[in-house]
Nanobody
Framework: QEHLVESGGGLVQAGASLRRSCKGS????????IGWFRQAPGKEREFVGL????????RVPDSVKGRFTISRDVRESTVYMQMNNLMPEDTGVYSC????????????????WGRGTHVTVAS
């Protein structure tokens, strides 16, 4: 069973925007938080944001602050990540995941993962 399914990837030009969505099963969506990660070719997985279940608080790292925002639709069990002013260094496979425990920016703290979708930003 797929607990998290992402959509919204693609090929865009630098400066463009994309909105990613992550639809979760009840079990996945009821985790403490839903996080977003990306992995560029040849690099480690990188935390790019999360939204907490209880209060909707969001966190994003400095690398995307001011460009990426995270929101949710609780009734649809869907989390969104709006990515604006995309840059070539934003290229990678983007995945959402359910947080279990531990540091929010550590992939090891997450249990269910979506398959991920590619985002390619051309210069």
């Amino acid at each position: 069973q797929e607990h998290l399914v992402e959509s919204g990837g693609g090929l865009v030009q630098a400066g463009a925007s994309l909105r990613r969505s992550c639809k979760g099963s009840e079990r996945a969506f009821n985790s403490y938080a839903i996080g977003w990660f990306r992995q560029a070719p040849g690099k480690e997985r990188e935390f790019v944001g999360l939204i907490k279940r209880l209060d909707g608080e969001t966190r994003v790292p400095d690398s995307v602050k001011g460009r990426f925002t995270i929101s949710r639709d609780v009734r649809e069990s869907t989390v969104y990540m709006q990515m604006n002013n995309l840059m070539p260094e934003d290229t990678g496979v983007y995945s959402c995941a359910s947080h279990s425990n531990g540091n929010f920016d550590s992939p090891a703290a997450y249990y269910y993962w979506g398959r991920g979708t590619h985002v390619t930003v051309a210069s």
